[in-house]
Structure formats: structure tokens, C-alpha cells
């Protein structure tokens, strides 16, 4: 079987991070979220990190050549049966540097899967999203809520908000993913391998339309 390679694209609060993690389990591919990466490096102060925190303090995007650099490592690691983006490109410019830094490698992108939900619906989801300060651990109180409303299942620590998912920071990145994402959708779209799942279902109803969208795409590639 070949690779897989999956570019996610969607609102901030689409539920990008609960399908990657369930793509991740179910193919066995490799989960690039340039989120977590980007948390990691702030979090342990490199060089990276603190360029990019001044940024992320702002609810901004991190510019260009920092984020595609990253892709760029992480890209040429061990690949598993393929990969799923989260996160990247949120760019034209980024989308355009991805598809060379593949083509550099012999690799291909098999879909790019866009998670519609409208902006009502994102803010709601985002306000009740919480993460633990040990582990990284995601939960969200109305679908995947905690057994104890302010611990982490996995390992009991403090459930906090990020600071980018309050309204104010949420209105913010709603704004500049319209503005410099949407080009992003236009730009696979172009190129045909454009998948669109509806992300107002629940994340089971989601799942399986991944899927079967993914299913379908394998499909059409062999015929
Ligand atoms: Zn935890």
C-alpha cells in the first residue's frame, strides 16, 4: 500500500486535532501539528520558541520561513505510512513551499481535507475546550469531557483554557484564517484533491465521513 498524506485544513475549533489523532490510530500515520510543535519549542525555550511566542502572545501567525523550516525537518524524519498535517499551510505561500519540499522527496499530497464549520459554531466549540498543564492533554467539556470537570484524566493535573482560546484571541484567528487560509482551500481546490467534510456533526459522524472520503480517494488512485 502507499503512503498517505493528508494536509487538514478547517476553522481554528473545527475539531482538526480529535480527527487527526483518530487518522493517526486508525492508518498509522505520522501527526505533524504545527500547534503542538510550536508549544513544545516555547515551552522548552529554544530558539524557535521564542521567536515564535512574541507572535503567538498575539494570537498572530508565525511567519512564513519559521514555520516551513520546521515542516521541512520533520518532513525528512522517518515516515510512517504517510503523513497528516495540522496546522500547515495556512498560506498560499506555504502551500506553494510544501508541494516543492514533496516533490524534493518523491512524495505526493493524497487530499487535502477541509472540516467546514461555521464561525457561530467555532467560538462555542473553542470556549470549552481545556488542556492539562502536564501532558498536553485535550479535552473539550461538552464532547469529551474529563471525569472530574477541572482534572486531567490521564494524569490528574490542572485543566486550564489556552490563552488563544478566549473569545477576544478566538474573533482574531477567525479573522486572519479567512483572510490568508481561505486562498489555501482555492489553491487545492485547483488541483482537484480538495475533500470537503461537514464538521457540524458530531466527531464520530465526522470520523466516518473521513473515512470513507479517505477510502474513496485510495479508490480512485488505484483505478
Ligand atoms: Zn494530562
Redesign the pocket.
Known amino acids: 500500500m502507499s503512503e498517505l498524506n493528508i494536509v487538514l485544513l478547517g476553522p481554528p475549533g473545527a475539531g482538526k486535532g480529535t480527527q487527526a489523532a483518530r487518522l493517526q490510530e486508525d492508518f498509522g500515520l505520522q501527526y505533524i501539528a504545527t500547534g503542538n510543535i510550536l508549544r513544545d519549542a516555547v515551552r522548552d525555550g529554544t530558539e524557535l520558541g521564542t521567536k515564535a511566542k512574541e507572535y503567538m502572545d498575539r494570537g498572530d501567525l508565525v511567519p512564513d520561513d519559521l514555520i516551513i523550516a520546521m515542516i521541512k525537518e520533520c518532513l525528512q524524519h522517518e515516515r510512517a505510512n504517510g503523513f497528516i498535517l495540522d496546522g500547515f499551510p495556512r498560506t498560499e505561500r506555504q502551500a506553494q513551499a510544501l508541494d516543492e519540499e514533496l516533490e524534493q522527496l518523491a512524495r505526493t499530497l493524497n487530499a487535502a481535507l477541509l472540516i467546514d464549520v461555521d464561525e457561530q459554531a467555532v467560538v462555542e466549540r473553542l470556549s470549552q475546550r481545556r488542556v ?1 498543564v ?4 485535550n479535552f473539550h467539556m461538552a464532547f469529551d469531557p474529563p471525569k472530574h470537570p477541572d482534572r ?1 484524566d ?2 490528574g ?1 490542572r485543566l486550564v483554557q489556552r490563552d488563544d482560546d478566549r473569545p477576544e484571541v478566538i474573533q482574531h484567528r477567525l479573522r486572519q484564517y479567512r483572510e490568508k487560509t481561505a486562498p489555501v482551500i482555492g489553491y487545492y481546490e485547483r488541483q482537484g484533491i480538495l475533500r470537503r467534510v461537514d464538521g457540524s456533526r458530531s466527531p464520530d459522524e465526522v470520523g466516518d465521513q473521513i473515512r470513507a472520503t479517505l477510502a474513496a480517494v485510495r479508490f480512485e488512485e488505484q483505478v
Open positions: 492539562c502536564k501532558g498536553q492533554h486531567c490521564v494524569d493535573s
